[in-house]
Each structure stands twice: as C-alpha cells, then as structure tokens.
C-alpha cells in the first residue's frame, strides 16, 4: 500500500486465513419413514455435514421448509403425533461468507397408524366335546403391520401360562376341561407395542353318546303303534336327530326329526337314530339298532270244549283258545246266566277254569297280551254255553227171586232218570269170596230201564249185581243188588 507523500511510503499489513469449510449438506432426517401408533412419540434426528459450526436448526410441519415449527430448534425434535405428517429441517451455519450458509433437509414421512387393539377371540364362548379340536382366532386391529402372537391357557395373558411354540394368529385346542384363552400381540411400530386380549372360556362337555333306544327291542301287534325314545348324552344341547328305518343310519325317514318317534310297522322293522349335537364344531353320533317285532293281531277264539253238557253236582275244565299277539297272555274269565258276555260275575285269571254250574250257564274270556304297543291288544271269546241236566240217578235194581237154587237164574231189571242220552248200560256181578265184579255179558244201549238174566248160577253164597249206567258226558251211576243162593240137599 503506497501514500501521497512526496516522497511516497509503502507498508505491508499482516496476513489473515480464510478458512474454507466443505459445502453445508442437510442430511436425511431418522428414523427414515418411520410408523408409529396413534398417542407413540418418536425422536427425529438431523444429520447435517459440512458447513461451519456452530450449526442452527429449525423444523418444519412440511416436507419443504416452508411451516416452522415454533419452539423446534434442536438438532433433534420429539414430540406424539396425532396423525401421519412429513416432517423436515434448515440447518443454517455460522460462515462469513456474502451468503449465508443454509440448507434444507429432504422430508421424512412419519405414517400414524390408529393404537393397537387385540381383539375379542372368535368363536367366542365356544362349547365343544372331550376330544374334539377347537380352532381360536385373534383379531388384533390398528397398530403396525405385521403382528407376532402369543397364546395363553388363562385369562390376562399371565407369563405363567404361557403356551409354547403357540405363536401363530390362530390356536388349536383339545382342552379335556373347561379352559380360559388369551393372546398377546405385538405390532411392528417404531416402538413396538403390546396388548393383551380378554379372556375367551372354551366348556369342555363329555363325549356324545348316541345310547340305546327305549324300549329296548320291543313287540307290538299289527295295527298297535309305540312311541321310541332317543337316550343321548353328554354332548351339547341342544341336539337334533334324524331317525332311520334300519339298524345303522342309512334310510333316513322324511319328518322324524324329534327325539321321539311314533311307529306303526306291519312287519318287523329295525330303526336308529343319529343325534347331532350343538359343539363346535358339531359332532354325530348313530345309535345301536333297536328292532320292533310285530306279532299278528290278537284273537280269542270260543272256549273248549264247545257248548258242553253236564249234569248236576259236575265239574268240567274250560280252556282258552288264543291266537296271535305277543305271549304271554293275561286272562279273565266271566260267566252270566244270559248271553251277554263279557258280563256277570268276573272269575279265574288262568287259561283254563273249572266250573261247577247248578244251571245252564254262559261263560267266555277276555285275553291281553304282553305287547308293548298302544292301543293295548285285547280279544274277547265268543260264548260257551254249558248245559246242565238233572244228576244221573239209577234205581237200585230188583230180582225175580231173592233166593234160587243150584242150577236155577234170576231176572234182574231197574230203571234210571236224568244225566244226559244216549246211555249205555253195562251189567256186572261178582261170584261169593271174589273181591271184584265183572262183566255181565256186553254193554248195550239203553233209554231209561234195563234187564237182564243172572244165568245158571251152581256156587253157593251171596252173589251181588251191579247195573252200570254211563250217559254221553261218560258220567258213570252204579246201583247194587244182592242174590242168596242158600245151600241145598242134593
């Protein structure tokens, strides 16, 4: 540098640096895109490079610097964001230069998602079977996809119990008694979160049994009916059934839907029967067979024997003469002056009755069955008259001679009344010191009297004759006479 002197002076100043930093760079802001949770903070952070420190900052709502943020002039800003935004930053240098140094960042868009729900477990409250599986989902919803899982067997999701390997959305359980579910899920936000579902109980009913049916192989009459009951358990009501004509389930009959069936076969049928129940998922189970045998319809024919006669002071034996229906048989026996029957006085439960009549007198028998079918199957016989005649009464018999002597014959005769014709009549003798009669010559028919001739008696004694009197109901009368043969000079 030189004056205006006359005589001109010239000086050197000292030296001054200026110092070149390299160009001022506004880095990417980080995390880079981050997501977060509705109500989560997150910290940005700059990354300025070159330029002259000390560096100045200043944030914007906006990917370009154009919407300061009041109060935001840190290096790094925190701070809940209500919904997703972009965000960037000035940094601004403390250079001398003639301009000054500032940059500003690229934005960085902070997605906000809604908070992390974990959702009521479906099915909810299922029921199923010992033995079955059941399959639980999760519902998680909001937050950060994707999720992981954890599955507990209580409510709460209590470390304790905790089921491993169990990480899935979904769980497959066969508890064998009623249990509690529960899950965690964590989101894959910025700062993880976590949330624990309610408790869903899954009820462990005992197994479906489809039992016997009721009654067990029953036996009806053609044209009864009879109600079959289903014997289900366990399970979970409510059930439904299905009923089938045949031993296992194979031809469904249209309607019977019920757990009772009303059945009217005209031949032996077998049925069954499927139950399904209301677990989840539902199970079916088919009964054992039961079959109905159907027997003919239930008959009382007359008693036996028919329109029989008798006479008085006897007794004959009645038999019934059932057919059909199911044995065995029930019975009871009536008898009436008339012949309206059933009536009058009610007398053996047997199949077979001993009756004495005084009189002419009507009698039949009301039958049932052992059936198990409805109506219940009863027959009536048609009536059975026994005729009573006056008692077979035989006169005692008289002789033309008491007494007769060697070589010498009686007549013997007598008359009879009541009993019931045609008659046979039969002499008999018996000789002095023998102990039984015999034959008088041949039986022969006779009406009310009959006679015959001792013959030529030769030994000395007491000689007796009987007359035998056998009416159509075999009923024998005998009546006895008593000839001496006194002992004679010869």
Not at 260 to 265: A, D, G, I, K
Not at 473 to 480: F, I, N
Request: hydrophobic residues 30%; aromatic residues 8%; proline residues 8%.
């Amino acid at each position: 540098m030189s004056d205006s002197a006359y005589t001109p002076s010239a000086g050197c100043s000292s030296g001054d640096t200026i110092t070149v930093n390299s160009e001022l760079v506004a880095g990417a802001i980080t995390p880079s895109s981050p997501s977060i949770d509705n109500g989560q903070a997150i910290t940005l952070t700059t990354h300025a490079t070159g330029g002259t420190s000390p560096l100045l900052y200043q944030w914007y709502s906006d990917g370009i610097c154009g919407s300061a943020i009041p109060g935001a002039t840190s290096s790094t800003y925190s701070v809940p964001f209500p919904s997703t935004t972009t965000i960037s930053y000035r940094v601004t240098d403390s250079s001398q230069g003639s301009t000054a140094g500032t940059a500003c960042s690229t934005g960085d868009t902070i997605t906000v998602n809604s908070a992390l729900v974990a959702g009521p477990i479906t099915p909810p409250g299922p029921i199923i079977n010992n033995g079955q599986l059941i399959t639980l989902t999760s519902a998680p919803s909001g937050g950060t996809a994707p999720y992981s899982y954890q599955w507990y067997s209580s409510s709460s999701c209590p470390s304790a119990s905790l089921i491993t390997g169990a990480t899935s959305s979904i769980l497959v359980a066969s508890p064998s008694a009623n249990t509690t579910y529960s899950y965690r899920v964590t989101d894959s936000s910025y700062s993880p979160t976590s949330k624990c579902s309610s408790g869903d109980i899954v009820t462990v009913n005992p197994t479906l049994a489809a039992r016997s049916i009721m009654p067990s192989n029953p036996t009806i009459d053609t044209g009864q009916q009879i109600i079959l009951t289903s014997q289900a358990s366990g399970g979970t009501q409510p059930f439904s059934y299905q009923w089938y004509s045949d031993a296992s389930c194979i031809t469904a009959i249209t309607g019977a839907t019920q757990q009772t069936y009303l059945v009217s076969p005209t031949a032996t049928t077998s049925y069954s029967y499927k139950v399904t129940d209301s677990a989840n998922p539902r199970v079916s189970e088919c009964s054992p067979g039961d079959t109905v045998t159907v027997n003919t319809q239930l008959a009382a024919a007359s008693a036996t024997p028919t329109s029989p006669a008798i006479d008085n002071g006897q007794s004959i034996t009645l038999t019934a003469n059932p057919s059909g229906g199911t044995a065995p048989y029930h019975y009871l026996w009536y008898s009436s002056t008339n012949s309206a029957c059933p009536g009058g006085a009610s007398l053996g439960t047997t199949a077979t009755l001993l009756v004495t009549p005084g009189a002419n007198t009507y009698y039949c028998y009301t039958v049932t069955d052992s059936s198990t079918g409805n109506p219940p199957a009863t027959a009536t016989s048609g009536i059975d008259l026994v005729s009573v005649s006056p008692s077979l009464t035989v006169n005692t018999p008289s002789s033309t001679a008491s007494a007769v002597d060697t070589a010498q014959s009686s007549i013997l005769s007598s008359t009879f009344s009541g009993g019931v014709s045609p008659y046979t009549c039969q002499w008999l003798q018996k000789a002095p010191g023998a102990s039984n009669y015999i034959s008088l010559g041949s039986p022969s028919t006779c009406l009310s009297s009959a006679s015959t001739s001792t013959g030529t008696l030769s030994t000395l004694g007491s000689w007796s004759f009987e007359l035998q009197v056998t009416d159509r109901k075999l009923r024998d009368r005998r009546v006895t006479v008593t000839l001496e043969f006194p002992s004679l000079a010869m």
